[in-house]
């Protein structure tokens, strides 16, 4: 027997358990996800930017499943230190001194670049950004209610007690005590692992972000931010936390301690306690041009890579195409591989509207990110898109196959035979999950001009106008005079292109 869609169930990789799990949800019919957002002190390189697009995948697998979806991403404006240990400098007030600016207006500066990215990658929007400092009085009122317990104070702050917690660290499956010096010593520690949840200002300074609290002036520690906001705003415990790899080792493991202790408790044995039922981590994209590193001076950012001439949807295609707990190499090679799937695409599209328009068909229906749930999917789902909705749905439900759910996505769009309206409907309720906006894009919005090119797109295809007749012409030596004056000026004329896109930026 065919398995129908609503009988797949979604299975997802939680960290806790290092093990494929069935997704039941805390609240039927929803989803209710966590994902830590960026520290607001410099623009997010485009391997933070993974975490993102990984999170936003699972946001619409969920939709996609039928979910009511209610995600939050924070944004951490105060209390994350330069080295994830207690001794560093916030890279907040650290930025702000660089820059001679205020840290207000850093955190504004940075949070407007980041939702930038996230809007040229698709990103859609979660149901909250929970901003740190709009919780400061909650942090401390989370704090109040578990440092009798859990936390004891020194000379810099309220620390949490790492020993008070059962299973502490078994996200990270890490040793916690001597712990291989993953956190750096502070006088007074009890254990190597406890963590600071409130950081005093020390005597005689004066923070630029600062806050009366019963332990003096001070700021929040960063793992209390989003023990707090997810609790304040999902309600513990929540169905799904997800972040990047490195939170595995130190961050949401104190979250969980902290959640522990608000909830009584538990062992770990019941994922419950920990706050969350489901831990996810993307891993992590390498890049070996050593550009990834925010003190690089020109990093790898996502503006990079669109002066670079390359539509930002191609860097998502490149997460898309990897599954998202592998590792990643990024090159501009891969980039470009990418930027030619996607473009193959959009020409595929391109295609199946012309015939739908050429039948006369009615129009299209716009696009609408959450168009589809399965129980209003199923009607239109008959013939031959049947087992190809089934397989995808199969392979988003397999830990977010996206790799395997790309090919099959490819496959409907060389389906043959098959009605232009209803292969459109089909796209539609992919697309939606792989979230591209297909059809919306067009060949031309996906070719962007290199910011170091010289040339305007016309003054480039008069070039190539001029280089096409000289070549019927047989004059082949001012076609090559005209390739090589385009070159100079960072345009690489593709001849033989199977796409006829016809030229590139020439990355040299
Ligand atoms: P941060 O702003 O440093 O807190 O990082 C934002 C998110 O990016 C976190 O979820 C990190 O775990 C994640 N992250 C950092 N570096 C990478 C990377 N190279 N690849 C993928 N995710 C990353
Ligand atoms: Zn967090």
């Known amino acids: 027997m065919t398995e129908t869609p609503a009988a797949t169930p979604l299975r997802l ?19 209710r996800v966590y994902t830590c957002g960026p520290t607001v002190y410099n623009y997010p390189h485009i391997g933070n930017m993974r975490a993102y697009v990984f999170a936003d995948t699972l946001g619409r697998v969920l939709s996609f499943k039928g979910y009511q979806l209610r995600h939050v991403i924070n944004i951490t404006d105060v209390g994350h230190l330069t080295d994830d240990a207690d001794a560093g400098e916030d890279k907040m007030e650290k930025m702000a001194a660089a820059k001679a600016q205020s840290i207000w207006d850093i955190a504004q500066h940075y949070t407007q670049a980041y939702w930038a990215d996230v809007k040229a ?15 400061v009085p909650q942090m401390i009122a989370f704090a109040q209610s578990i440092a009798g317990k859990h936390c004891y104070e020194l000379e810099s702050g309220l620390y949490f007690d790492t020993s008070t917690v059962a299973d502490y660290g078994r996200l990270a499956r890490a040793a916690t005590e001597e712990g291989e010096g993953r956190i750096e010593a502070v006088e007074g520690k009890r254990n190597a692992a406890d963590f600071a949840i409130w950081r005093k200002t020390p005597p005689g300074e004066k923070r630029q972000m600062e806050w009366d609290s019963p332990w003096g002036k001070g700021a929040p520690g960063w793992h209390l931010e989003c023990s707090v906001m997810s609790r304040e705003l999902l309600g513990l415990p929540f169905d799904i936390h997800t972040g990047g790899i490195d939170h595995r080792e130190i961050h949401h493991p104190n979250e969980i301690a ?13 994922a419950e306690h920990s706050g969350a039922r489901v831990w996810m981590h993307n891993n992590f994209l390498i890049d070996r041009t050593g550009k ?3 003190s690089s001076g020109e990093f790898l950012r996502l503006q990079l890579l669109i002066d670079k001439g390359f539509h930002p949807l191609a860097y998502r295609m490149l997460c898309l195409q990897a599954h998202y707990r592998s590792e990643l190499e990024f090159s501009w090679d891969n980039l470009a591989a990418a930027l030619t ?18 039948l006369g068909s009615a129009s299209i229906t716009p696009f609408d990110p959450h168009p589809w749930t399965l129980n209003q999917g199923q009607g239109d789902m008959g013939g031959k898109f049947a087992p190809l909705i089934e397989r995808f749905h199969a392979a988003i439900s397999d830990d977010l196959g996206t790799a395997v759910a790309l090919t099959i996505f490819d496959e409907v769009l060389a389906l043959k035979k098959t009605d232009p309206g209803e292969k459109l409907k089909m796209i539609e309720v992919m697309d939606a ?8 894009l067009d060949r031309a919005s996906l070719r962007i001009r290199p910011k170091s090119a010289t040339l305007t797109e016309s003054e480039i295809e008069a070039e190539l106008d001029r280089r096409a007749e000289a070549r019927a012409a047989k004059d082949f030596a001012t076609s090559d005079a005209i390739r090589d004056s385009l070159a100079s000026r960072g345009v690489e004329v593709m001849d033989g292109d199977p796409l006829r896109w016809e030229w590139k930026l020439d990355l040299g």
């Open 121 to 135: 990658l698709n990103i859609r929007q979660p149901a909250h950004w929970s901003i740190a400092t709009d919780y």
């Open 258 to 270: 902290q959640n522990q202790a608000i909830t009584g408790c538990g062992s770990l044995d019941c």
């Open 433 to 440: 999950v792989l979230g591209f906006g297909l059809l919306e």
């Open 13 to 31: 990789f939680n960290s806790l358990t290092r093990q494929l799990e069935e997704f039941r949800p805390v609240h039927a019919g929803e989803a």
């Open 341 to 358: 799937r996607l473009k193959r695409m959009v020409m595929a599209v391109a295609q199946i509207k012309a015939r739908h328009a050429e």
């Open 292 to 294: 990834m590193s925010k």
